[in-house]
T-cell receptor, first 115, second 113 residues
């Protein structure tokens, strides 16, 4: 049973380019979360999605960031027109529905570097 | 003031020592408390999960929660070099905030042989 799979593991973009980060949750998990870890800081919640629905995006920056979890395929975190401050590790986590929803399994992260 | 405060360390101890890691928090609505371990360049891995106040033991690890003081601890007995990692406390209020965790900054622990 594979864990949470994230790709790419490392991504380098120049300022103004777009970054797309993908996340496949644990098989059977229907809840997906994205967290960001800036250098010298803890993990910060960004967004919570279920299939085809954004449940809570209170941690997402208002501009340039979007997330989706389509009916088929992985969840995508999209960052448009990247800036140097977007350089961070982005972690995806998943959880089973209902009773286990508070127990998160994290992926290994995608490390974005903006030049 | 941050909602969750955690001493970033770094903490360096000899093998076999008892390690104490701590977090304080300000949000009295928090009811679920977790400790994650994160190795370098890896994702966080859940170590302990507790609800409300009290103690929970799992092998060499003991988690304590004191809601009256808004203080949680993780104790590691007989520490091993393989315990060297960053330890993150996390918590939330549950309910509609399931999965939406507030993390501490993390404490870097090194256990030397």
């Amino acid at each position: 049973n594979a864990g949470v799979m994230q790709n790419p593991r490392h991504l380098v973009r120049r300022r103004g380019q777009e970054a797309r980060l993908r996340c496949s949750p644990v098989k059977g998990h229907s809840h997906v979360y994205w967290y960001r870890q800036l250098p010298e800081e803890g993990l910060k919640f960004m967004v919570y999605l279920q299939k085809e629905n954004i449940i809570d995006e209170s941690g997402m920056p208002k501009e340039r960031f979007s997330a989706e979890f389509p009916k088929e395929g992985p969840s995508i975190l999209r960052i448009q027109q990247v800036v140097r401050g977007d350089s961070a590790a982005y972690f995806c986590a998943s959880s089973p529905p209902v009773a286990g929803a508070n127990v998160l399994t994290f992926g290994a992260g995608s490390r974005l570097t903006v030049l | 003031q941050k909602e969750v405060e955690q001493d970033p360390g770094p903490l360096s101890v000899p093998e076999g020592a008892i390690v104490s890691l701590n977090c304080t928090y300000s949000n009295s609505a928090f009811q679920y408390f977790m400790w994650y371990r994160q190795y370098s360049r890896k994702g966080p891995e859940l170590l302990m999960y507790t609800y409300s106040s009290g103690n929970k033991e799992d092998g060499r690890f003991t988690a304590q929660v004191d809601k009256s003081s808004k203080y949680i601890s993780l104790f590691i007995r007989d520490s091993q070099p393989s315990d060297s990692a960053t330890y993150l406390c996390a918590m939330n209020a549950g309910g509609t905030s399931y999965g939406k965790l507030t993390f501490g900054q993390g404490t870097i622990l090194t256990v030397h042989p």
